[in-house]
């Protein structure tokens, strides 16, 4: 092992908002905390993905912006000044006969911790590309796997192809900014959020279920119609549109992450009630965690990460008393300025 590499209590390997506030609640703990980010920037799929979507449900806050709140999250994360690395991905992993572990980027970077919070959500996404021949021709123009900006919808006859709560999402989001919004979806039954979805059938966007999309007409990179087809029937409607959006789901990859050993159970780490993996101290929280009854929101990421700290904190010195931590009590908390 390479000479004089700085030592951690906790690495947490994924900067999105779950290994956000994991790294600060270990601050909290004062455990002397390493992120590491595969992206060149914090915050992970919100800030890439839904810098404008609007997020409801996390309690206390009754709306926010994705960018605004993983601005919020990156100040949180830094209040006890963690280390944080940006643009490498970890590779491998050996344990050191002290019990520590080290783990290696694809820069060949060295990092040596006591143990590991992985938060890497479902490792590197990409969107599922629309199937049809054609599809290449609009991607970057006229067809879009993320929005980013929705004003550059404003007066569009937009269609969204998908079903699940990303598009049901964007539906009611950008009603009122687009000219108009078709919603295809190749199934009977939406499967997003339900309150979404009444609001999305109460709406003036137009739904076709179970409907798929099956061709793209248009001319230099812009779509102008498109053919949609009843699943069932065969039937065929062409729809007039300016701009397409898919969501279709993501491809994930893990990554090498997936040949450490890790027991794994539907492109998922199994753990038990203290986040910990099969591999002492090795921990998992957010979205790639999988135990019973697990609660697939951001606000289920948050209860995760603490519990992580705290396994983490007993791993490294299982024979001290944990003691129970209010932030409403914490002074440096409270003295920072």
Do not use: C
């Not at 914090?42 to 994705?66: A, C, M, N, S």
């Not at 890497?120 to 993320?146: D, N, R």
């Not at 990303?166 to 199934?187: M, P, Q």
């Not at 491809?251 to 539907?266: A, F, T, V």
Request: charged share 20%; no cysteine; aromatic share 8%.
């Amino acid at each position: 092992m390479p000479q004089n590499i700085e030592l951690y209590d906790v690495t947490i390997v994924g900067g999105g908002p779950v290994g956000l506030f994991t790294a600060f609640y270990s601050g909290m703990r004062e455990m002397k905390t390493k992120v590491i980010e595969f992206l060149p920037f914090l915050g992970g799929k919100v800030p890439y993905f839904y810098p404008e979507k609007v997020i409801y449900d996390i309690g206390g806050i009754p709306r926010i912006t994705g960018e605004a709140f993983t601005e919020q999250l990156i100040d949180q994360a830094k209040t006890f000044d963690p280390t944080i690395v940006l643009n490498e991905q970890v590779m491998h992993m050996e344990k050191q006969p002290s019990g520590h572990i080290l783990l290696t980027s694809n820069n060949g970077a060295k990092h040596l911790t006591k143990t590991v919070i992985l938060a890497t959500g479902f490792g590197s996404l990409k969107s599922v590309k629309l199937a049809l021949p054609e599809a290449t021709h609009y991607e970057g123009t006229s067809l879009h796997y993320a929005i980013r900006k929705m004003s550059n919808f404003k007066g569009k006859n937009v269609l969204i192809s998908g079903g699940g709560n990303t598009a049901i999402d964007w539906a009611n989001e950008l009603e009122g900014i687009a000219n108009s919004i078709s919603v295809v979806y190749r199934k009977s039954a939406f499967s997003g959020i339900e309150r979404n979805i009444s609001k999305m059938m109460s709406s003036s966007v137009d739904v076709y279920q179970p409907y798929q999309l099956t061709s793209l007409s248009g001319e230099n990179g812009f779509v102008s119609s498109a053919t949609i087809a009843h699943t069932e029937s065969g039937s065929q409607k062409e729809i007039s549109v300016d701009s397409v959006v898919v969501n279709h789901g993501f491809e994930i990859d893990l990554g090498p992450i997936s040949e450490w050993g890790l027991k794994m159970e539907d492109g998922t780490i199994v753990v038990d009630g203290k986040m910990e993996t099969n591999i002492p101290g090795i921990f998992a929280v957010g979205d790639i965690s999988n135990y019973p009854h697990k609660l697939k929101l951001i606000a289920g990421g948050f209860h995760d990460g603490p519990i992580a700290v705290n396994s983490a904190k007993l791993h490294i010195a299982p024979k001290e008393e944990l003691k129970p931590l209010y932030s409403t009590n914490h002074e440096p908390l409270l003295n920072k300025k």
